[in-house]
Nanobody, 111 residues
Framework: VQLVQSGGGLVQPGGSLRLSCAASGFTFNTYTVSWYRQAPGKERNLVAS????????YSVDSVKGRFTISRDNANNMVFLQMNSLKFDDTAVYYC?????WGQGTQVTVSS
């Protein structure tokens, strides 16, 4: 079982990034998928999630209107499109499906 993340990096405030997460080794299309983030010295918190069929999704208030979660079940992928990034979005981002986690991707918003 693997969740392999890509994307992330350094971006200026107001910029955009797209995170990707490739799943393998399990029936990806039966699981809700989620993105979490963990800022330095803070707990890991849920950012957004999407049900197995993609018909329902959730995002925390702080990212609504800026972040979009999506999935491609045909290719076992989940994405997080992040727009209008703010300093407070700086964190390590993780994808999750059931008890499986990606390796984490650093997102740094800095001028």
């Amino acid at each position: 079982v693997q969740l392999v993340q890509s994307g992330g990096g350094l971006v200026q405030p107001g910029g955009s990034l797209r995170l990707s997460c490739a799943a393998s080794g399990f029936t990806f299309n039966t699981y809700t998928v989620s993105w979490y983030r963990q800022a330095p010295g803070k707990e890991r918190n849920l950012v957004a999630s999407m049900t197995s069929t993609g018909t329902s999704f959730y995002s925390v208030d702080s990212v609504k209107g800026r972040f979009t979660i999506s999935r491609d079940n045909a290719n076992n992928m989940v994405f997080l499109q992040m727009n209008s990034l703010k300093f407070d979005d700086t964190a390590v981002y993780y994808c999750r499906a059931s008890n499986y986690w990606g390796q984490g991707t650093q997102v740094t918003v800095s001028s």
